[in-house]
């Protein structure tokens, strides 16, 4: 009750002149305490307004603008048909399933962050896995459209879940379509869990800091009744960590599943038995590139430098590196089976991918994926975040292409010459992408001001650790 | 006196209204008009806009409107006086029931009033659910295809070939298949016209028969009556009265798909009208003087099932040897052994000099004959009295000559090529009547469904003769170009609306019953007649009955009765004529020279025009090109290379000033310096489907060099967009058509699968007995050595399981819904300019282990206990993975509501049997699943009786006019299907996926003469 009545506007202090890096060996900057991390995290989403930067506002209009073009297509699309695509037979799968596969494998860098590092004790990712875990969230919720948008009869979903009926139907369980239905729910679920129950002790502490009575009663709903005491800690903890264990399973099961998508089939350049870790070393890495391209902007407009050091970005590019090289790997294999396997199908099918009429963006492809992000060996390179930033992009718009390459090249010439033909996008593919791109946006501005986008409590753990080590000189040379 | 076509040349309407004013003064005193004319156009529009709720209203509205009441008193004068001042709709609804049902508010059928005679294999009385079948015929330029009709509930439904026709023997060619669509077109004419505004035909009775007064005053002088070619001997008679009632009147004839000289050359021949016959029954070596024998003509089907049994290899017969010299790929020239590219206007001096290479009288010519034809002479010589030379349909009557002569010269007269009689009668032509026009000899014309404003050559300039004539009468199915330029046009029937006779290529007679009273009121050529001689209320039932009662006066009724169940009048077949004196082949005048030649021929799915507004046949695949929805020009691939013609890139065609610009396609064997154009587009009054796509030839014809002539090309800048089906055409390395030649197969009778190697069976996760099949095991099989191309399989399938039609935008997007398609490769001696054609039907081929199956979330598409790869298309969500994980890539999705859900006269033409699908599923063929069930049921009904081999027969098997589908149980070892399918040369498409489809296909094989192995022409390397 004291607290309460001591929250207001006046009490909460954010930096007015811009905080710098303090570089690549710590993880948070110096002069942190745990009012000012409370303060500085919090107080992004409790402020009124006038503490947004412009940026946000003119941000969150676009990616509304994108929303509402989506929203047209999608109205189009169920009035008319998916024939608004530029899908045909052979090519029966297109921009729907590539943005799909591509969303899913960003989602993947969340759970991977939160879940897997958590586990190894990385102490990097604090400042970003409440990010990159709605990043996640987002990114499945974009994905999870797809699927649904795709079919031809879109309002006959339901059909893919085993619901009981008086038709005693149920899905054909051989079909990888439908084990995707539960990967893919299955992971939106558990992820939706795994970051509420972190977000839990940060909404109990804007419940307690909030300025306004509103904001209190919200925070405080959605807070769940947390107090702190011990207890909670105790059981909280246990409950994170069993529910990281349970993660961590599901970022290699997902792609592994949504890869089956392809390798079940028997098409050349589908019918592939490296394609599941193929497919989740591809989605670590997009994950990673997007997480690197929305957190650099972020901790600018936020002036959150201290928070979000160099020593984060540093160490997700080299994961990013190193998952590269395994994607690269990934390619080189798929062309040396293509060749060693003998089949007249498969080096058709791979040779028509390099050279064929979309060989220009197979080399884009490899331009992206593997031959530009080789600059981050370089320290220079990874210290320049400017560059980070461009190459994460790269990368995204890389792994994009290799969606774009798996389902059209395989598809548009297959087995027999007599049925191939060519897939061209159609103005309505493209703004369905553009418009998950929106809604994909306007989610992560919505969080960025409603919810603490960085966890405050493993913060200030952080900067209690950082603290004690202060106090003791020894230690503090070894660090 | 509005015009109200909204398709109308106005100015030139009113340049025509000024120079028939003063003609036309008298004409109008005649027609007592005192009421406005109702714009039926205009109230029809009005109708269709509504729907629902929103109709009725309209419907309403349309009631009480002046027009309609004004409608119903000129169409029912008695009438007029019972319809109360104040609106009442019901009543008025009684009284206007079958105007409105014309009008577009109901497409409800109604049986014929007259007796029709079911043919023999149906219920003896209508059972619901279970169709009837009628036999009847269809006329393609006079002659006769004789057709069963299947009808459910007065709705004639499908077209299938009547096995006891001489000129069918059960098979169908495209159009047959495609004709039940033109009885339910939307766009046919719905009512009597008169300069365009709303008439009646007690209006046009009235005015005709003082025309025709007025005509008989002076023993038929002015008057001329234009029609296309015929064969009814009820018409002919009709019109013998008419010319002897009125000795100055003329006949005239108009066939633009039928060339002249075929009819000119046989009568030189044979003495008097004769119809030269061939027999491929008889003939070991045929050469084929650009003749499309297999696909044209009123003897393509008898002549593609003979050529078939010639060609079978399996009962260690040799095989017929077919030569096929040409200037432009035909259907036929795909199956030829070797196949010569020459010029058109080349031929003619060719078959002079194989005749004197065979001893033939023949006058000198200049240059020397390539090396090819001595040894084809030689080959010929070898095979006296039992081979053939086929003069080309278009070939000028020179080569007509040539063929005769040197068949009679082979000793082939008698064996493989008869004189038959010809019914054709001799009548005056187009060219005739433009001059009678143009001088001023015509003062009434009555066009019978020739439609010459759009398809006489331009040379004729017919559209500025026909304004000379004063009073210009049409009769046509649709208000068409020469329809616009006619004070009158009266609706046509269609032929399975009406009574009639026609006359097969041999003479039989077929009496044509209709399935339905005309749809449209539309009214017979015969009744046209009947009012001009005088007798307006005959009506063709009786006109015809009449006539066959006076040829057959003892047991006419059961002459009747079973000439009409038959489909074809016993005794009737034309005696066979002694040959004439022998041929003296005239001296050639070769055209003159020029660098290019331009041939002229009927689209091969549009025909001369006639078939535009059909969108079954604007959409199939053309043979050889896969092309749709376009006429195109054919450049030789190397003489394209030279003037840098890409496909779609638009050429000039010049013709004596005239030209015409249409988009290229680059096609293998085109011979060069040849340029192949086609009739039947560049429409402009044909209906929503047919107008404004592509040239029109016609534009360029010259009525003097009808077929070949001199032409200048030039590339004109421009792209136009073609939709194709194909847009590979090699098989890349992946012979899904397996070829031999025939040494090659009596060495190894199983070539097809010599080099594969067979996939162990259990590498499949799913244990070998986990299906077995104790009842049926469905199966077809498809010989690829006898199919010619012709696409008849691909339009029964479409009217059978009711495909859409999609439309070009959406074929060029590659989402053509064909169940069927014909694959057409090219390969062979590795040139780009003469290679080899195969032809390869691909319908599902129901997999045993069938990968569409297992891909499936919500169990969409799956397998029966008889092994068909069944879609349930009530489930089918429209993932399209089946599609995906489908080799063959057979499955067709419903991208958009392609099934035309709303123009109410479609849905009468609908198989009740078959789902009209929606929007978002797949579908994909069947087997005719409808066709197996309903033959199941009726064995389980006869005592649970087993089915006999041959009782159920798919859409496409029936069509097939070589017969080159077979379907059938693969459980008993006695059906044909088993048979073919463990005959040595059956393989399976991709057999290594391990899919183990249950379509399979036999090898095709080539009978070429090795001394002309691995040269020009040869089919194969050496």
Redo the contacts between chains.
Sequence with gaps: MDQIEKANVNNIHLPTEVIPDPGANIVLGHGLDYKTVTDRIGGIVVLPWKNSPKKWLVGAFISFCFVNLLMLAVYLLFT????IW????????GFAIINFVWWIGIGHAGTLISAVLFLVKQDWRTSINRFSEAMTLFAVACAGMFPIL?????W??Y??LPYPNSMW????P?????WD?FAVSTYGTVSLVFWYVGLLPDLASLRDTAPYLWQRKIYAILSLGWRGSAIHWHRYQKAYLLLAGLATPLVLSVHTIVSF?FA????PGWHTTIFPPYFVAGAVYSGFAMVLTLVIPLRAWYNMRDLITLRTIEAAAKLMLGVGLIVAYGYGMEAFFAWYSGD??ES?MYWNRMTGPYGFMYWLLILCNIAIPQLLWSQKVRHNLGLVWTISIVINIGMWLERFEIVVTS?H??????????YIPTKWDIATYAGTLGFFMLLIFLFVRALPSISIFEVREQVHHDLQHENKPAVEEHA | MKDHSPSHPNGNMNEHDKTTASALVPLESLLETPHKKVDLAELREKLAAGRGPAFWRTLDEAAESEHLKEYVEQEFPGLSGQIPQGVDRRNLLKVMGASLAMAGAAGCTKLPLESIVPYVRQPENIVPGLPMFYATAITNAGYAKGVLVESHFNRPTKVEGNPDHPASLGSTTIFEQASILNLYDPDRSETVLQRGGLSTWGQFTGAASLEAQSVGSRQGEGLAILTGLTTSPTFISQMNALLAQWPKAKWYTHEPSANPAVRSAAKKIAGRPAYVDYDFSQADVIVSLESDFLNAGPASLKNARQFAAKRGIDNGQTPVRYYAVESSPSVSGSLADHRFSVKSSAIPAMAYQLAKALGVASPDLAGTAPDWLAKVAEDLSSHKSRCLVIPGEYQPESVHLAAYAINAALGNVGTTVRLLESYIPETSSLEDLTSDLNNGHVEMLVIIEANPVYSAPASLNFEAAIRKARLVVRLGQHFDETSRWSHWHVPSVHYLETWTDARAFDGTVTILQPLVEPLYRGKSPHEMLSVLLGKPDATPHDIVKAYWQSTNPNGFDAFWKTSLHNGVVAGTAAAVLNAGGPVTLPALTPLESSEWEVTFQPDPTVGDGSWANNGWLQELPKPQTKTTWDNLIFVRPSDAEKMGLHNGDLLKVTVKDRSVTGPVWVTPNQAQGSVRIFFGYGRTASGRVGNKIGYSAYAIQDASLPYIAPATIAKVPGRYEIANTQATQSMEEREPVRAAEFAEFKEHPNFPTLEEKPVPKELSLYPESQWTYPNHKWGMTIDLNICTGCSACAIACQAENNIAVVGKDQVARGRHMHWIRIDQYYSGNGTLDEPVSYNQPVPCMHCENAPCEVVCPVGATVHSNEGINQMVYNRCVGTRYCSNNCPYKVRRFNFYLYSDWETESLKGMRNPDVTVRSRGVMEKCSYCIQRIQEVKIKAEKEDNRKIVDGEIITACQQACPTQAITFGDLNDPQSKVAQMAALKRNYSLLDDLNNRPRTTYLGNVRNSNEALRGQRGSNREG
Excluded: C, T
């Design positions: 008319k048909g998916v024939g530029g899908l045909n037979i052979p090519v029966a799968w795709h079919l031809g009869r879109p006959l979903f059909w893919l139907l149920w899905p054909q051989r079909s990888p379509l439908e239905v998508d079940v089939s028997q098409l007249k199908y058709f598809l010439r297959d087995f027999l010459p007599s049925s191939w033909g060519m």
